[in-house]
């Protein structure tokens, strides 16, 4: 681990709550939690400063509230509270392996977490706390890749590193389709054009608009979080060129 250099010194990592689960349908499993957090502890020891969103899929999805008879407003607010949920298991499971580390909420929730406030994120972030940034953006309609472009913006991240269970972006699901191809460089506008499923639509205009850059990795692939913060060709970095 001495001879990797890591080009970015603050990064923005995205996890969905589904990679919580493992290979469960729902919750949290305890042994994929205590690898996220080892992954993320090679990180740290580098010296990069890392900030994170985790989404709460596996807990609770507001775009699927209405088959619950809840409304979308109140559905996304169910959703911010399940991210709040994963957002707290994980910062447990890095105090577990020695790290220092905050949970800050965009819905005001002081007894469970510190509301987020941008100037103090940073300070957390310059003294070597790991940031994980629940509740979303805390408004409803917008997603967790959405409230971690913003987020990674706000801090001055240098990259938004999002964790996925694939190796990187296709042309298609490749677990639907064998055949589907990947890629190893995208533009944002390619992205768009192409309605490639990475992030949504607003997280990629909006990572475009600042110019951005996204690494799309597999995470589950020990060792790749390394590679990719160390400028190793790893899954798809989407740019502007």
Do not use: W
Not at 16 to 29: M, N, P
Not at 179 to 206: C, N
């Amino acid at each position: 681990m001495n001879d990797i250099r890591p080009i970015y010194k603050r990064v923005l990592l995205k996890l969905s709550g589904e990679a919580l689960a493992g290979k469960q349908s729902f919750g949290i499993d305890p042994t994929v939690l205590q690898k996220l957090a080892s992954e993320i502890l090679m990180l740290h020891r580098l010296g990069v400063e890392i900030g994170i969103v985790v989404g709460g899929g596996n807990i609770f999805r507001g775009l699927k509230s209405d088959k619950f008879g809840v409304g979308r407003v109140a559905g996304d607010h169910m959703g911010m509270l399940a991210t709040v949920i994963n957002s707290i298991a994980l910062g447990e499971a890095l105090k577990r392996v020695g790290i220092d580390s905050r949970v800050m909420t965009g819905l005001d929730i002081n007894k469970v977490a510190e509301p987020y406030i941008r100037e103090k994120a940073i300070t957390h972030l310059s003294n070597s706390r790991i940031i994980i940034f629940g509740a979303g953006t805390g408004n409803p309609f917008f997603t967790t890749d959405t409230a971690a472009t913003l987020r990674a913006l706000e801090v001055d991240a240098q990259v938004l590193m999002k964790a996925t269970n694939v190796d990187g972006v296709y042309d298609a699901d490749p677990r639907i389709t064998p055949s589907a191809r990947p890629f190893s460089t995208l533009t944002y506008t390619e992205v768009l054009e192409k309605g490639l499923k990475v992030m949504d639509l607003t997280a990629v205009s909006l990572a475009m608009d600042e110019q951005l850059p996204i690494i799309v990795f597999n995470m589950a692939m020990p060792g790749n979080i390394l590679k990719a913060v160390s400028g190793e060709k790893v899954g798809t970095l989407i740019t502007g060129e």
